[in-house]
């Protein structure tokens, strides 16, 4: 199973956000929105062997992870209707434990250092152009994302004390795009 962590500066931790404007008013939910369809979603089906954690950090109340799986159900790939599933995640009613909702999203008041201590048996890979260049990952890795405004060091520090930090080449792609690119390299490595 590979699993992506994103973390999300900005991102709303409340449902008070416009499913029309998640860019502004969702502090970049479409930017969550785009990575979970790069890290489910294949061309006319489902990843069996993905999963991703929207590390929310923004008003009004952080930390809040949001968990999309492989089981995910009635859920389309596309921005507005992830978006739309986020929005009922923070509606729910949960505190430090995860709260599972019947479609295969989880959501709980957890922080990013929690989620890493919970990987921490497993390769973890932090994603940034600094990085040792990568060229091949292993089926159980946990790749680490930032969004646009990257890791605080703080964070970024605690992962790397059980990985590595490693890029995917000299250009910055967007956290969507980095996502699809691990998911090739591992595909083709299967």
Same mark, same amino acid.
């Given at each position: 199973?590979?699993?992506? #962590?994103?973390?999300?500066?900005? $991102?709303?931790?409340?449902?008070?956000?416009?499913?029309?404007?998640?860019?502004?008013?969702? &502090?970049?939910?479409?930017?969550?929105?785009?990575?979970?369809?790069?890290? @489910? *979603?294949?061309?006319?089906?489902?990843?069996?062997?993905?999963?991703?954690?929207?590390?929310?950090?923004?008003?009004?109340?952080?930390?809040?992870?949001?968990?999309?799986?492989?089981?995910?159900?009635?859920?389309?790939?596309?921005?507005?209707?992830?978006?739309? *599933?986020?929005?009922? $995640?923070?509606?729910?009613? +949960? &505190?430090?434990? *995860?709260?599972?909702?019947?479609?295969?999203?989880?959501?709980?008041? /957890?922080?990013?250092?929690?989620? #890493?201590?919970?990987?921490?048996?497993?390769?973890?890979?932090? @994603?940034?152009?600094? &990085?040792?260049?990568?060229?091949?990952?292993? /089926?159980?890795?946990?790749?680490?994302?930032?969004?646009?405004?990257?890791?605080?060091?703080?964070?970024?520090? +605690?992962?790397?004390?059980?990985?590595?930090?490693?890029?995917?080449?000299?250009?910055?792609?967007?956290?969507?795009?980095?996502?699809?690119?691990?998911?090739?390299?591992?595909?083709?490595?299967?």
């Amino acid at each position: 199973m590979r699993t992506f #962590i994103l973390f999300m500066r900005k $991102a709303r931790t409340d449902n008070k956000f416009n499913i029309e404007d998640m860019p502004g008013s969702g &502090g970049r939910i479409d930017l969550a929105a785009r990575c979970v369809n790069s890290a @489910l *979603w294949i061309s006319h089906n489902m990843r069996d062997d993905s999963e991703i954690y929207c590390i929310l950090n923004g008003p009004s109340n952080p930390p809040v992870t949001i968990r999309f799986g492989r089981e995910i159900k009635r859920v389309s790939p596309d921005e507005r209707s992830i978006g739309i *599933w986020i929005k009922k $995640a923070l509606s729910e009613d +949960f &505190g430090k434990e *995860w709260h599972i909702m019947n479609n295969g999203i989880m959501v709980a008041r /957890k922080s990013f250092q929690d989620v #890493i201590k919970e990987m921490k048996d497993r390769p973890i890979y932090v @994603l940034h152009e600094k &990085g040792k260049k990568v060229s091949k990952f292993k /089926k159980d890795s946990v790749i680490v994302l930032g969004d646009h405004l990257g890791i605080p060091s703080k964070d970024e520090k +605690f992962a790397l004390r059980n990985g590595e930090k490693i890029s995917l080449g000299k250009t910055s792609y967007l956290a969507s795009s980095c996502i699809s690119i691990v998911n090739w390299m591992i595909d083709e490595d299967a």
